[in-house]
């Protein structure tokens, strides 16, 4: 069967060893590939394995391949390849074989992968084309992984919320209050745009509540980095187009009247991650178009507290209570202790804690980061509501025509 093949090459700032060192280390791995596990014999005939997803009984997606060569610190060639998906088998047949290459260049080391084994029938064709974007991605990550390099590697835990307490999102947040804010997003947008946007690309749209209110009004796509999430969001807006990517490396090659990231902001934790969003936002911008950015505060209005909230729907109910509180006010991050109390049905009352790390920059910091990425940056001041509280700072960014 005549087949194909991908090849991918760039240079990172680390001495080759290094670099093949992540190549076979199993947090390392997880870390640049962003498994949920991995497990690796680093010998030749050895196993290379990793799965993804929040199950670990149930994964999304496994896959486990044999170490055909291992040359130290140079090459090592994966083989005999096995898949199981959620979303069910290929549907070709493929025998996919990739080789890693580490050389030296004058700028550190470089990482050449090729996967061959792609069959040439068209009937390959998306999933080899997924499998370019999936490199790049996966290039990213491992740039990510070595610029953190020094710290002990920690696994980033995915906050319970958007794993396995997702489905419970409707009861936390529920869509119907997010009407008013939505509608603020549509106002700020449509007069920052030079056109009337059409299409709109939302970044972390997480459940989907603020997007709800939108997709009356624009052709939406929706992008997280949480499957469970984006499964909340599927049955709301099943009438949208839903894709699983990370906002700070998301690259979708098309381009979209309008960017919208509400909350899911406040997960960028420093001014690089929030660069590299406000990055993806210019990049999928047309020209003439508008980014709007809503974080729940900036430096100058944050202050620590405590919140609670909850509800009774579908027969279930959850209630919550939230203390928010800067560790160290020096750094640009913060946190959100949460605490659910939820039931189902008549059952018993079930308790969780979980924690919720977001970044928090000032103002003047915003309007550089937009500044520097080309946009031509604005913030608007909320207006009071009914409460008397003013809505929090948004973010303008608008692309040049
Ligand atoms: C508070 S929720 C968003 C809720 C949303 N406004 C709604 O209407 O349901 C924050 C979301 O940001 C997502 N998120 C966090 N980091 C992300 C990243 N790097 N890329 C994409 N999504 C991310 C989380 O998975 C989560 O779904």
Partial sequence: MPTRSHVHEEIFPVSPAELFSILLTPSAIRSWWSASRAIVVPER??????????????????TAATIRELDPPRRVVLADYRYRAKGGPLPFRADF??????????EGAALRVTQD????????????????????????????HLEGRGAPWAPEPTPLLYGELAAWWPLVSPPEEYAEEAERFRRALVEACSAPPRTLLELGSGGGHTASHLKQWFEMTLVDIAPAMLAVSRELNFDCEHQQGDMRTLRLGRTFDAVLVHDAINHMRSAAELAQVIGTAYRHLAPGGAALFAPDHTRESFEPGVDHGGCDRDGRSLRFFEWTWDPDPADTEVRAEMVYLFREGTGEVRCRHDTHRY?????????????????????????????????????LGRREL
Avoid: M, Q
Avoid at 48 to 54: L, N, P, S
Avoid at 373 to 381: H, K, L, T, V
């Fill in 45 to 62: 005939g050895g196993i290379w394995a990793a799965t993804w997803g929040d199950s670990e009984n149930d994964p999304d997606y496994a």
């Fill in 97 to 106: 074989v990739t080789e890693f290459l580490v050389s030296e260049h004058p």
């Fill in 117 to 144: 084994g792609f069959p040439a029938a068209s009937i390959a064709d998306e999933f080899y084309a997924g499998c370019e974007r999936g490199w790049r991605d996966t290039f990213a990550g491992i740039r990510r």
């Fill in 359 to 395: 970044g928090l920059f000032a103002r003047g910091e915003w309007l550089k980061l937009l500044r520097e990425a080309g946009f031509e940056a604005s913030a608007i001041a909320g207006e009071s509501g009914e409460t008397g509280e003013s809505a929090p700072l948004i973010f």
